[in-house]
């Protein structure tokens, strides 16, 4: 256990970092902003999932139309083969999609630790 009386009992990687009082205070305007991009990815996220439902939606309904008026067992199969192609293709592309946005939020999310990593790793010798 490390006891607080001196530097002589911290580690020798802590003993060499200084944290002076400007260093520990937060500005609250970069927070605002930090709170402002994190809304903004989590909203773009939501706004992705909103699209592909309704379009899923609506392709899965026009689906169901042409179904409805197709009158042979070939051409059922058809018309099927179709949606099950356009259907895997558009999933695939919305899914890239998203993953992208969600590797966007997190680089968002982890930017601020940046600075205070390289604050406590070691400096190259």
Known sequence: MFALSGSRDLPANLSN??????????????????GTSLQTGVQAIATAY????????????SFVEKLSGVKSIDKVLEVQT??????????????QKIAGLY??????????????????TPAAQ
Request: glycine fraction near 4%; charged fraction near 30%; avoid cysteine.
């Open 17 to 34: 970092i200084s944290l002076g009082k400007d260093s520990m205070m937060v500005k609250v305007e970069e927070i605002q902003q930090y």
């Open 50 to 61: 909103g699209d592909y439902t309704k379009k899923s939606f609506e392709d899965t309904k």
């Open 82 to 95: 179709e949606f099950a192609k356009s259907a895997y293709e558009t999933f695939v592309a919305e899914s």
């Open 103 to 120: 590797t966007d939020l997190a680089k968002q999310t982890f930017k601020p630790l940046e600075g205070l990593a390289s604050k406590f």
